[in-house]
């Protein structure tokens, strides 16, 4: 590994030049709208509309389906007795062609000369449909579950193919945390476009939902990747004073990418050319491979000079800057004559095992809180994104407005978490979020946006509480065993959020049910958060000696006074709100590292 620290390199060609700001912008693209799409555009692709039995003999008569439904589905009883619609997956057992004959209809007759319809029966028996399902088509033109009739006892299928994506996740996110550790994030980033969006093009194409799932799941392991290796990529370009900027801007890129997803859904109405619109045009993206650079920081790190001296070299001329040639060697010189001299130090080379974070009883304390709070923070969030479809809304309007509301909670978050702390930042936000979704178990069910404000309020606060988060846990755990622990934390919470699809299928019961478990879930999080330390203006721990001590004889009701300064970041941002499973980058850890000891470190 190179002697050369990047970030002083970076004081001699430029923090954030015009370099700088073209690549990153480059980077969002791929980082926020694919990624966007890949996750979330089966809330659309595999949305169940309403749906009720198909009566062929009534089609036979030629009577339309709004006059079908009342005469020949039960209706539905809510917990307490209340009339609650009609049932999506009974009918009654009635030979409708006799009765509707004996009542003077016959196939063919003119709507105007015929009859009224006979009332329904409350008496009749009702029998498990057999003959599919007619569906509104208010919303949708077609989906994988109309086109399939996965609905009633096939039901489980989409929520069980959105599980099988997360399980890809999990294991995408280690290999390919791997692999961009081991041969590059360029090579790590093009890898994943090169196979991702020809894949997630094959699955417009999907014969049978067996196969969709296959495809899902394969798919699954490009996410969060996408997102997180080409900012690490933006991030490492970058200096110290820019990455909180670097941050909040691509988590609101996000937000703006899920938006989109929402009124591409409502313009296409049919999940193949939705399919195609979210997958086709990021062949564009192959021209990258013209334009993207290796990361210089990564290339230092391997020791390879030259190669990150071409970078430098044209970083510098992009933005205005001069400097010599050989440029890296000459400062690879200098620090190494400083090493010999003694005047560089550094804890780096510590070694801490995923055993210590059990052996020392408060960091152990603060893991399990942290690894609970993730879990939480995930299901929620995720859970929130894929539980629009259940508002009683129309789901595009429910799920663009969910996505624009995270925009407002992450500048809020910026504003705040700087001047009242991590901690009761984090607690207040997932308690909003928490007491808004729970709330709606007390509102009558209609008017529907009541429900709706609600579950928007929920997921404002839930937005905002994942910013706060891992920028939480990044600053509580010490230097010598950060990553590691929030590989572990974060691994745990992937499989934490592999239930989530399941509590949104819950809804098919009562519509609020799933928002009833997830604000739960965020209220016993916020309470959990208040046994946490707060790190605002604190010198972050680096050796287990202080990340044992840090925080032992803290105040529950203690909060930040001392004004901060505002020079540095102590640990690189990596947005993790949109996947459970943050990939944490070793390199761009130790990048920072030389930032904790100023008193004042500033995260987002």
């Not at 609905?151 to 929520?159: A, E, F, I, N, T």
């Amino acid at each position: 590994m190179a002697s050369i620290d990047f970030d002083d390199v970076l004081v001699h060609i430029g923090e954030r030049g015009r370099y700088q700001t073209i690549m990153y912008y480059l980077l969002c693209i791929p980082a926020t709208i694919p990624a966007a799409f890949l996750a979330f555009t089966q809330v659309f692709v595999s949305a169940a509309p309403d749906h009720w039995c198909r009566v062929p003999q009534l089609d036979a008569l030629g009577l339309a389906p709004e006059l079908q439904r009342p005469l020949a589905i039960p209706q539905a009883r809510a917990p307490d007795g209340r009339p609650a619609g009609f049932e999506k997956c009974q009918v009654y057992d009635v030979n409708f062609t006799e009765l509707l004959g004996g009542a003077g209809w016959a196939a063919g007759g003119a709507p105007q000369q015929l009859p009224p319809l006979p009332p329904a029966n409350s008496s009749w028996a009702a029998v498990p449909c057999a003959y599919g399902w007619n569906y509104d088509n208010r919303d949708y033109d077609v989906t994988l579950v109309t086109k399939f009739n996965l609905v009633c006892d096939d039901g489980w299928w989409p929520s069980t193919s959105t599980t099988f994506f997360y399980v890809g996740s999990l294991f995408g996110n280690v290999l390919f945390g791997w692999i961009a550790d081991k041969w590059g994030r360029r090579f790590s980033f093009f890898l994943m476009i090169f196979i991702e969006v020809p894949l997630s093009i094959m699955t417009a194409f999907s014969p049978n939902y067996v196969v969709y799932t296959v495809f899902r799941t394969i798919n699954g392991l490009f996410f969060p990747a996408i997102y997180q290796i080409p900012f690490i990529l933006a991030l490492e370009l970058m200096g110290p004073r820019y990455r909180t900027f670097a941050g909040m801007v691509i988590c609101m890129f996000f937000a703006l990418g899920m938006s989109l997803l929402a009124l591409l859904g409502y313009l296409l109405r049919n999940w193949f050319t939705l399919s195609l619109a979210t997958s086709v045009p990021f062949v564009l993206l192959f021209s990258y491979y013209w334009i993207i650079p290796e990361s210089p920081r990564w290339l230092l790190s391997k020791n390879r000079i030259d190669e990150a001296e071409e970078i430098v070299q044209t970083m510098a001329r992009v933005n205005g800057k001069k400097i010599p040639k050989n440029f890296l060697r000459t400062m690879e010189v200098e620090s190494k004559k400083k090493m010999i001299n003694g005047d560089h130090c550094s804890d780096k080379n510590i070694s801490a095992t995923p055993m210590d974070i059990l052996r020392h009883p408060n960091i152990r304390k603060k893991f399990f809180i942290l690894a609970f709070d993730w879990i939480a923070n995930a299901v929620v969030y995720n859970g929130l994104s894929y539980n629009t479809t259940n508002l009683g809304v129309s789901d595009y309007l429910a799920f663009f407005i969910g996505g624009a509301v995270e925009i407002p909670s992450y500048i809020i978050t910026w504003y705040a978490m700087d001047r009242w702390g991590r901690r009761w930042v984090l607690c207040l936000t997932m308690l909003l979020g928490g007491i808004a979704c729970v709330s709606c178990m007390f509102v009558p069910e209609h008017p529907v946006w009541v429900t709706v404000s609600l579950a928007m309020i929920g997921k404002f606060g839930i937005a905002a509480s994942f910013a706060v988060f891992y920028v939480f846990v990044g600053e509580l755990l010490p230097t010598v065993i950060r990553s590691q622990a929030m590989g572990i934390a974060s691994f745990i919470a992937g499989i934490g959020l592999l239930g989530f699809p399941y509590i949104v299928y819950l809804a098919v019961y009562n519509r609020v049910l799933p928002l009833i478990i997830m604000g739960t879930l965020s209220v016993a999080g916020a309470i959990a958060s208040i046994f946490l330390p707060e790190t605002l203006n604190i010198h972050l721990p680096q050796t287990l000696e202080e990340g044992e001590a840090f925080g032992v004889d803290f105040k529950l009701l203690s909060c930040p006074t001392r004004q901060r300064s505002r020079q540095h970041s102590a640990v690189d941002y990596i947005p993790a709100h949109k996947m459970a499973n943050g990939m944490i980058d070793t390199a761009e850890s130790e990048s920072s590292e030389s930032h904790q000891d100023l008193p004042n470190p500033r995260f987002v």
